[in-house]
C-alpha cells in the first residue's frame, strides 16, 4: 500500500490507524518508558559509579541504545538538579515540558559538567551525574534563576532523548523556518519507522527530538503558510505520542498530548478519538462519551467511532444492573403475599357480609304511620 492511499485512509477514520501518515495499524508532558516520579532528592541507584572526569562521576539508571554523541551533535535532554549538600531541587525540565538543547562543546560554563555527562550517554538512556562545583556554577554560584549557593556540587538526574549530528553545532535558533520543520519531519519519519517495529519508546524520543524543533517560542513568530507547514508536523507527532502511550496504558499522558493538538485545532478528529479512548480506559465514561460524539459530528460515517459508542452504552447498561442487584441485596426482595392469608382474609370478609344482611333481615326497624 503506498503512502497516498495510507494517508487517505487514515484522514477518512480516525480509529483505523494509531500512528499518523505513513503507518496503518490498530502520546501535557514529554515521557519515554516509564513515567518518572519526582522526589525530594536524587533518585537511588545501586550501580557501579564510573569516574568520567577528576569531578564528573555517573551511575546508571536506565540504558540507552545506538551511539554517543560527539563534538558539536545538538543533543535534546531533560534534568533535574539538585545541590548535594542541602538536597534542594533548582532546576526541573520536565515540569516545564520543554526539552533542553545542549551543543556538545558549545555549553555554557556552568553546563561543563553536566555536558560531560551527557557526551557519555547515548538516546533514551537515565542516569544520576554528581558535578563538582569547579564545573557547575563555580565558586559565586547563581543569584538569579537558578539560585545556586557558592561551591555547589550539584547532583543531576538526566535523560538524553536524542541528538542530531552536525559538524557545524549548528542551533535551533540559527536554522531557518525551513531547516527547523524539515529537520523535525525527518525525525517525526523515524519515529513512525520506530513505530513499525514496535519499538514505542524509542519512537516516542523521535517524536519528542521533532516537537523540541517546533517550540513555542518557535511557534509563537510563525504566520500564514509557515505555520501550517509546521503544525502539519507537530500535530501529528503529538497524535503518534498518543497512539505510543495508549499501547502502553499510560493514558492519562496520552490524554496531555491529544489535549495540545485540540488546543489549536478543536476540530480534529484524530485527537477527539484517541483522548476519548484513553478516558474510556480511565473509567471516564461521560467525558468519553463527549469526545465521541463531538468526533462523530466530524466523522459521521466512521465505524471505529460507533463502536466505541456502542460499547460505553454496553458499559452503562452493565453497571446499571449490577447497581440493581446491589440494592436488591442491601433492601431485600419485597414478599410476596402468601396466598393462604389472602384465602384466609376473603373468607373473613364473607362471613362478615352475610352477618349483617341477617341483622338487617332480623331486625329491621318498623316505618312510622303518618297521618
Known sequence: MDDEKVQDQQNQSPGGSDVDEEITAEGAAFVHGDPLQDSTGPPDSDSKVEMLHEHVKKQLIKEGHGQKPTKYSTCFLHYRAWTKSTQHKFEDTWNEQRPVELIIGKEKTEMTGLAIGVSSMTAGERCLLHVGWQLAYGKEGSFSFPNVPPKADVSYEVELIGFDETREGKARGDMTVEERIGTADRRKMEGNNLFKEDKLDEAMQQYEMAIAYMGDDFMFQLFGKY??????????????????????????????????????????????????????????????????????????????????????????????????????????????????????????????????????RFFKPEKRRVD
Open 227 to 360: 505555520r501550517d507547514m509546521a503544525l502539519a508536523v507537530k500535530n501529528p507527532c503529538h497524535l503518534n505520542m498518543a497512539a505510543c502511550l495508549i499501547k502502553l496504558k499510560r493514558y492519562e499522558e496520552a490524554i496531555g498530548q491529544c489535549s495540545i493538538v485540540l488546543a489549536e485545532e478543536e476540530t480534529n478528529v484524530k485527537a477527539l478519538f484517541r483522548r476519548g479512548k484513553a478516558k474510556s480506559e480511565l473509567g471516564q465514561t461521560d467525558a468519553a462519551r463527549e469526545d465521541f460524539l463531538k468526533a462523530g459530528k466530524y466523522a459521521p460515517e466512521d465505524k471505529a467511532i460507533v463502536k466505541e459508542l456502542r460499547l460505553l452504552a454496553e458499559h452503562d447498561k452493565a453497571v446499571y444492573q449490577k447497581q440493581k442487584e446491589m440494592y436488591k441485596g442491601i433492601y431485600g426482595k419485597r414478599p410476596e403475599p402468601k396466598k393462604e392469608i389472602n384465602q384466609k382474609k376473603n373468607l373473613v370478609a364473607v362471613i362478615w357480609l352475610w352477618i349483617i344482611s341477617l341483622f338487617r
